[in-house]
């Protein structure tokens, strides 16, 4: 598999531990009462250290401003490193982000092992944001160069807790975040592999080996048997390539006495060209990251198959390159979908919303009841929502705000768009049930209503990610690359759902 996991051994122990093991670095959250003379933080000398920065106005002390510094002898750690923060207890979002200052700190300092002392009053069942933030700060896209950029170092952590913390409460939480910051990784890695190294069939092959890791079924159509099930919108999409499109299908039956299966549905266009409608050279290597949604539902099944909710859940991810070539569909074709419905083509740019409908009929014909897809669908939502928020749309207002709420617990920003029926007409064909472009305004909204047509009624929730999928440059625990967004949402969407 393409991420293998943190290789870091951690540990909870509770104040006053002492067994001697020595790390390189103590970490110590400080918030603005370090100012007060005559408190200790770390060691009455060191303490000097850092309020003599800050009255130089070199250390502020504000949330995330981290400062470190050589013990000396006094301390058993060689290093300490100070970082700002709100006065606990701490929101899970300023805990996350205070913690991925941590761990950008512990990768560009080389730390082999961490002592992190917890801030006095902070609440267990925060802890996984702590632990969230600090692996996510941790990661960095790999160096494909001969010798490569070197990763993260971390070996050891303990995260020492104050007098009379439960340790056992400590330790779930911690637990839950670092299954949820290692399928976020396994989501940014999949994102950041180059589209000839990660085709289609390869794509596919990361599924079948995420299945057999944690025992999903595993059903993967490929150009031949998908043309035998009439899948007309990926084989279109796909045949411009010479490599061929897969219909990638991963099933878990957590709840095997119900009928009722939650569909995952991600768009796993592994390179974007925009086909014959051909984009502009600037900045199209970014459409490696085309198959964003299918490296979130895949880093949700990689938690699911951690956390073994109580639920049954189909996965399905259409995957193609979309290419210009003599092969490739063009504008003016007229495909017929899988379910039936025919499409016009305007513009082969507009690709992922047609390999979407077969993924989302795919996802039904495997007993999927309720849907949810996630896509790099448009442009457009970055000019609505920026690199900041994920739109949301949807046929289920209730749906909606369960996926609202898992959002808002995981610290993901998800915001609704509309879809109000007087919309319809945008995608109005002449001479098809339907078309893929609905002209320049509304286009994040239009490309929603094109899925929308393939979901046979079913509640639907559609997380178009074609701004937060990536990023151009470093942001907080978000190195530059693939964000492995909406896996932290989908996650625990489904084990709210589980409850
Ligand atoms: N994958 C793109 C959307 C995209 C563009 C995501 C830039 C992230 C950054 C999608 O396939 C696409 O090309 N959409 C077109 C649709 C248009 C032709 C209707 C777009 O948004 O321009
Ligand atoms: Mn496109
Ligand atoms: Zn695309």
């Known amino acids: 598999m393409l991420w293998t996991d943190w290789n870091i051994n951690w540990r909870v122990v509770g104040a006053n531990h002492n067994d001697g093991d020595r790390a390189d670095m103590i970490i110590r959250f400080v918030d603005a009462s370090f100012q007060n003379r005559g408190e200790l933080i770390l060691h009455p000398r060191l303490d000097d250290a850092l309020r003599d920065l800050y009255g130089r106005g070199s250390y502020s002390g504000k949330p995330g401003e981290a400062v470190s510094m050589p013990t000396l002898g006094l301390l058993q750690q060689p290093y300490a490193l100070f970082v700002g923060c709100e006065r606990a207890p701490m929101s899970e979002q300023a805990l996350r982000n205070v913690a991925g200052t941590i761990g950008n700190k512990l990768l560009e300092l080389k730390a082999g092992s961490a002592d992190i002392v917890v801030p006095a009053g902070q609440p267990a069942a925060s802890a996984n944001a702590l632990m969230e933030g600090l692996l996510l700060g941790l990661y960095r896209r790999n160096s494909l160069a001969v010798g490569g950029r070197e990763q993260a170092k971390l070996e050891r952590v303990s995260f020492l807790l ?66 035998a099930e009439g899948m007309g919108g990926l084989l279109a999409v796909g045949m411009g390539s010479v490599n061929p499109p897969r219909m990638i299908v991963l099933r878990y039956g957590g709840d095997p006495g119900s009928g009722q299966s939650i569909g995952l549905i991600g768009k796993g266009i592994t390179f974007d060209t925009g086909g014959v409608s051909l984009k502009k050279a600037e900045g199209m290597e970014e459409m490696i990251s085309d198959m964003g949604g299918a490296a979130a539902v895949l880093g949700a099944m990689r938690a699911i198959g951690e956390l073994k909710p109580k639920v049954n859940v189909v996965m399905v991810v259409p995957a193609a390159e979309n290419m210009p070539s003599g092969s490739a569909f063009k504008p003016g074709d007229v495909l017929t979908a899988y379910g039936g419905q025919t499409v016009e083509v305007l513009n082969t740019d507009a690709e992922g919303r047609i390999v979407l409908a077969d993924g989302v009929t795919t996802a039904i014909r495997f007993g999927a009841t309720k849907l949810i897809d996630v896509a790099t669908l448009t442009g457009a939502v970055m000019h609505a929502l920026g690199d900041l928020a994920t739109g949301a749309f949807t046929s289920d207002e209730s749906m909606l705000g369960d996926v609202l709420q898992a959002a808002s617990r995981a610290g993901e920003y998800v915001w609704q768009l509309p879809l109000h029926p007087e919309y319809d007409r945008l995608l109005k064909s002449d001479v098809a049930d339907v078309k893929n472009h609905g002209g320049s305004w509304a286009g994040a909204i239009a490309g929603a ?36 967004v909406m896996v932290r949402t989908l996650a625990e969407y489904i084990r709210l759902s589980a409850d």
């Not at 330790?171 to 299954?179: D, V």
């Not at 910051?181 to 000839?196: D, G, H, I, K, Q």
């Not at 094109?450 to 990536?470: C, Q, S």
């Open 449 to 484: 209503l094109f899925v929308r047509h393939f979901t046979e009624g079913k509640p639907w929730v559609h997380l178009d990610i074609g701004g937060t999928a990536w990023m151009w440059s470093d942001r907080g625990f978000e190195s530059k690359g693939g964000t492995g």
């Open 162 to 227: 104050e007098e009379g913390a439960d340790i056992e409460a400590w330790q779930i939480a911690l637990q839950r975040g670092y299954i949820a910051a290692n399928a976020v990784c396994y989501a940014r890695e999949l994102t950041n592999v180059p589209s000839n190294r990660l085709t289609p069939e390869l794509l596919a092959g990361e599924a079948r080996a995420l299945s057999e890791r944690y025992g999903f079924d595993c059903t993967i159509y490929d150009e031949k048997t998908a043309a």
